[in-house]
């Protein structure tokens, strides 16, 4: 069930602010750090469980595509096939950057680091 925050809920104050500017996802795929989680990594279930649900719940889903979370938004960047990074995760969703609005006042650290992890971790890798 969504939170409210000031009026709206909290899909909506993402799709709002996400759905003002469309980010083009090579953009952000070209500032991403090189290296990421490595295929070998065996991933805690219990992080993944809790960042799946953090994606799905704060409404990441509307504007990102990630396959894991069966979700198809198009107006941030595509979250599979690329080679993002937990630490870069952790600090586009803090801190947001051109039309990804900062979560860093809503969400605490734990619940950042807990969805960083997640898209880190099951996020397709590019080739």
């Known amino acids: 069930m969504a939170k409210h925050v000031t009026g709206m809920t909290q899909f ?8 003002a500017i469309a980010v083009p996802a ?3 795929a070209a500032q991403a750090p090189a ?26 889903t509307g504007c990102h595509s990630l396959a894991d979370a069966d979700s ?20 586009r969703v803090t801190n947001g950057q051109g039309a990804m609005p900062a979560f860093g006042g809503q969400l605490t650290e734990q619940e950042i680091a807990d ?3 997640y898209i880190a971790h099951v996020a397709k890798k590019a080739s």
Request: hydrophobic letters at 45%; one cysteine or more.
């Open 26 to 28: 090579a953009r952000i």
């Open 12 to 19: 909506g104050l993402a799709a709002a602010a996400l759905a």
């Open 35 to 60: 290296t990421a989680v490595a295929a070998t990594d065996k991933a805690d279930p219990a992080r993944i469980a809790k960042g799946r649900e953090i994606f799905t719940n704060w409404g990441c």
């Open 72 to 91: 198809h938004g198009d107006v941030g960047p595509h979250l599979d096939g690329g080679n993002l990074t937990e630490t870069y995760i952790v600090s």
């Open 115 to 117: 969805l960083g992890y």
